[in-house]
């Protein structure tokens, strides 16, 4: 994924210089704006897709809108019919309808949904709801009943399976907020028995993110299959689907390669058995494996710092513009652009007056200087979606380099007036 010729810096076989040139340029002429930005592969992002398409046949994959929003991405997505949007909010919907996803491809998760989204979900007839407690089931209903409509709506189960992950990112243990716990699913059925507004059409799960093998899949599906059973003696009835989530690992350290870290190697095979005689679709919610590698955050050093046995290293990049390191003390690769000689140990730190506001502590890098350019990897999940004005820092420009080679806005650099519009509005 990451390479090096002549000391430049090549990115998925793209040479990262000649880039950057073209992108200052933009930026500085469209915009005059001379900060950070992200910068996405097109190449990467079709290859991606193309990966799980390939690793699993027959199977449907729901992109978690969460991960990488942007409407530019989600529209080079959407023409793919294996391809539908996991949302988790009223604003993602929004998103994902502009972005031309079809209804009836869009699920609607999240523990908390407000009434406001509920009914946007229902208007919008989305293909279901993923409802994670029987309160949610009862506000649903009451809802559709009020709208004398009825809802899709799949049980989010809770299958209290371990997985080896960061405790921030583990969903699917019984201790989590997340899901329905075997008494709520037995009490979801007898409401269902009763309900003439809610239509069960799917069960799911997601345990966690940062999965690298098949066995917690394989146990979740083997859950679900139960479940499925229970259904259909109590309900008489087929549903549509069953989702096994997203959680797609990716390793951040790891340079070389095609950035397939997940062995696929018998989960299709192994979750096909066991829905071998369901006649139903599988879903997965890949949001991590499709975007990580498709973006990298641009920065350069603006100055340094000797301290005792190291270096530290003030990049114009910040905690608010990828907030990852901080939050879950992850890893992502710093890379210089063009690579100097000899190395150094450096803190590499952002500018937000905070002490957190550190991307990496004690990491030996080729040596820097004032003004070099540096990419942040594997930063395209989770990334540009997490950002906030924290400190007042304006949103960083977004460009796509198209698969034929073309630089593309897909956000422009946001102007002090536009993070100011809704205090503007407020006239106060
Ligand atoms: N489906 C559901 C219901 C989810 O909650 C998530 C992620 C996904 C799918 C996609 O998971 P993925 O394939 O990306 O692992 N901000 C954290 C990750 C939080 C993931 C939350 N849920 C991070 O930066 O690592």
Known sequence: MFDYKEERLIWHGVPVNPLITQVEDLLKKQFNYTGPFWLYSEKILTERLAILEKELPHFHFYYSVKSLPNIGILKRIQPNKNFGADVVSGGELYRALKAGFDPKRIVFAGVGKTEAEIEYGINEKIRAFHVESIAELKDIERIAEGKKTTAHIAFRLNPDVEVDTHKHITTGKEENKFGMSEADFLMGITILKKSKHLKLVGLQAH?????????????????????????????????????????????????????????????????????????????????????????????????????????????????????????????????????????????????????????????????????????????????????????????????????????????TPQTYDEMLANEFAAKN
């Open 207 to 411: 345990i966690g993110s940062q999965l690298f093998d098949a066995t917690p899949y394989i146990k979740t599906a083997q859950y679900l299959h139960d479940k499925y059973a229970i259904i259909q003696k109590e309900l008489s009835q087929k549903i549509d689907y069953v989702s096994l989530g997203g959680g797609f690992g990716v390793k951040y350290e790891r340079l070389e390669g095609d950035g397939i870290d997940f062995d696929f190697s018998n989960l299709g095979a192994s979750i096909g058995a066991i829905f071998k005689d369901a006649n139903l679709e599988v879903h997965f919610e890949p949001g991590r494996f499709i975007a990580a590698p498709t973006g990298i955050l641009m920065t350069r050093v603006r100055h340094l710092k000797e301290r005792t046995g190291k270096v530290i290293a003030i990049i114009d990049a910040a905690m608010n513009d990828l907030i990852r390191p901080m939050l879950y003390e992850a890893y992502h690769p710093i890379l210089s652009v063009n690579r100097r000689e000899g190395e150094h140990v450096y803190d590499v730190v952002g500018p937000v007056c905070e002490s957190t506001d550190t991307f990496a502590t004690k990491r030996t890098l080729a040596t820097l200087a004032e003004n070099d350019w540096l990419a942040i990897g594997y930063a395209g999940a989770y990334g540009a979606s997490m950002s906030s004005n924290f400190n007042s820092r304006v949103l960083l420009p977004e460009l796509l380099l198209a698969a034929n080679g073309e630089l593309k806005f897909l956000r």
